[in-house]
């Protein structure tokens, strides 16, 4: 499994591949350098010991020799660090990037079935530590791996004993991390499920912060909080126990395995053996330290690497959920004209409740639907699968004669147009809320939708009119919100409009006002209209009352009221109530 996920890993690197040739060569120039100042320094030191005249001069241009090998080493080791972290940045952005793509083309449904604030721990969190991982990890590996071969030669070269039993007692080291890694695998991935999990906790009550005051649950939140937080405490505890033992294990081993090489080689320098002497001893355990290391940074990195798949696994399993991408062989629709057609539709959230049963509706150009019906009886349900939200179980729903599963997502809802019950604005002036809806709208465009939409005297109210800057904290009611977002439908002006209770949040007589307006624009437009308020859909060109996800009802406001059936029922029990 981490196979696949580093090879996933990895096909992120492709477009960058000028980093890692930067990071290989920056990597080989640094390693070479540490890799020659201990063979100087081993000469010098044979110049200065031994019965022979001290030649000063020769020490003298090796170390100049020296500390000119160590300039270089440490610009190579400093374009080393630059390339590598270009090469996980830009590797983490695109990773990103397919991460927000991911939630913008992702069906309705797999985003229903999760917790927002797992899906931004996801998009930040997680590949925050994919980053961190990849950073020592392309440094570490480069550098090791020169490092490895390098040493192993020169230590052969000098000294063909000794270097056996480096070669023989290193893998104790690495056995020591790879044992303490395996271990510590499970803990990382439940640390970073738990992580998910607090993300999704925070952002719900965050968002619902006003509910749990006014009901007095805050210190029952506090206390749901704290119980996940010592969870996740306790997973980290364990994750940074495995990590923080893999180093000082590994430093440990390696000590005892050097110490043994140093009384081994001064006690062949001695027996005057192999041709050994202090110099060519210091160099060789320079070069057995060298080796050593990167199996040290190495096991130092593996903790961080156990995070960063564990990390890497979730990213993954999200950008795996298929999206619109799957239909982009589909035809695209290029002029809808809005005649929609419902045959035996069934729909069905879960196996336990059926929302759509058996549904068969027509619906020429033009025709204004009023949908109504109580709590749960399939109105919003019904909207999502014409706008393929959702798929449908059983049944077909046609456009213009086409299925709308052979249509590309983006043709088939580039022809509707909604307003839904909850306004959404982002930060960012109210002309360019407006012209969301529509790329290079002009000005005149824009301020003719505000008058329509009676937007345009309140927004030139405001400081800086349609300059102003707005969010969901600036202060304007949800009626105004609304209105900005009945302006950006207007602006638009699709084939085909779903209104869903999009005058709930409005006074009467703003309603009022909007509801004139509103016949105009659905004027010659298929529209499909939810609404509380039974007052408002009087004029519709037919009204389907549904219960438990069948159209119960269907008529003229005037037609269901002699039926003095369901309609009836409900639209007195409206009228009475007020």
Known sequence: M?????????????????????????????????????????????????????DYKAVTIRILIIIVLFVIGAIAEWILSYASN????????????????????????????????????????????????????????????????????????????IAIAVVILTPLSLFVASYIAKS???????????????????????????????????????????????????????????GALINPSTRFVNAIIYA????????????????????????????????????????????????????????FSFLDIEDQSSDKNNYVLRD????????????????????????????????????????????TTLINLLMRFYDVNQGIIKLDNYDIKTLTRNS???????????????KGSIKDNIAYSVDNATEEEIIAACKSSKVHNFVMRMEHGYDTIIDDASGLSEGQKQLICIARLMLKDPKILILDEATSSLDTRSEIIIQSNFKKLIKGKTSFIIAHRLATIKEADIILVMKNGKIVERGTHEELLSQKGFYFELYNAQFNGE
């Open 260 to 315: 043994v090489l140093a009384v081994g080689g001064a006690l062949i320098v001695l027996d005057g053996r192999f041709g050994l002497t202090i110099g060519t001893l210091y160099s060789f355990l320079t070069y057995a330290s060298h080796y050593t290391k990167p199996f040290n940074e190495i096991s130092g990195v593996i903790a961080e690497l156990q995070n960063s798949l564990a990390s890497a696994k979730r990213i």
């Open 86 to 161: 270009e090469l996980s940045y830009k590797t983490v952005k695109d990773m990103r990037k397919d991460a927000i793509d991911k939630i913008l083309n992702v069906d309705l449904k797999h985003l229903d079935a999760m917790a927002t604030g797992d899906i931004i721990t996801n998009v930040i969190t997680d590949v925050d530590q994919v980053s961190d991982g990849l950073i020592q990890c392309f440094k570490q590996f480069f550098t090791g791996i020169i490092t490895i071969i390098g040493t192993l030669v020169l230590m052969f070269v000098i000294c063909f004993p």
């Open 2 to 54: 981490n196979k696949n996920i580093l090879r996933r890993i990895l096909h992120y690197t492709k477009p960058y591949r000028k980093w890692i040739v930067t990071t290989i060569i920056s990597a080989l120039i640094y390693v070479l350098t540490t890799l020659i100042i201990p063979i100087i320094t081993g000469d010098a030191i044979n110049s200065v010991v031994g019965p022979r005249q001290v």
């Open 412 to 426: 088939l809802r580039e022809g509707f147009g909604m307003v839904l019950q909850d306004s959404w604005i982002f």
């Open 336 to 379: 809808p004209q809005g005649n929609l057609n419902l045959d035996n539709v069934s729909f069905s959230y879960n196996d336990k409740k059926i929302v759509i049963d058996n549904l068969n509706l027509k619906v020429e150009k033009g025709t204004a639907v009023a949908i109504v019906g109580p709590t749960g009886c399939g109105k």
């Open 184 to 242: 510590s695998a499970e803990t990382f991935k439940l640390q970073s499920n738990k992580r998910g999990e607090l993300g999704a906790f925070v952002n719900e009550y965050l968002s619902n912060q006003n509910i749990v005051t006014s009901y007095g649950l805050e210190q029952k939140t506090i206390d749901d909080f704290e119980k996940i937080n010592q969870e996740l405490d306790k997973y980290g505890f364990k994750s940074q126990l495995f």
